[in-house]
């Protein structure tokens, strides 16, 4: 059985979530049994593919306003 994490991130946010968060998350957590999910609203193609290269489950999400 595997562990989820999930956070989601635009592009505003996204080179912080790459180069610092999951970063750390990495250096941290034992991600054996560890699944790495991006919701992503708005990130540039060059950071999904930075995300993806990690291992990391990106997902498109849609705003919708909430």
Same mark, same amino acid.
């Given at each position: 059985?595997?562990?989820?994490?999930?956070?989601?991130?635009?592009?505003? #946010? /996204?080179?912080?979530l790459?180069?610092?968060?999951?970063?750390?998350?990495?250096?941290? *957590?034992?991600?054996?049994? @560890?699944?790495v999910?991006?919701?992503? #609203? /708005?990130?540039?193609l060059?950071?999904?593919?930075?995300?993806?290269?990690?291992?990391? *489950?990106?997902?498109?999400? @849609?705003?919708?306003?909430?």
């Amino acid at each position: 059985m595997a562990n989820l994490i999930i956070t989601s991130s635009d592009a505003k #946010y /996204g080179d912080f979530l790459i180069n610092h968060w999951l970063k750390s998350l990495l250096e941290n *957590v034992d991600t054996q049994n @560890v699944v790495v999910a991006v919701l992503d #609203y /708005g990130l540039t193609l060059g950071q999904v593919e930075s995300l993806k290269q990690k291992k990391v *489950v990106v997902v498109p999400g @849609v705003r919708n306003g909430h």
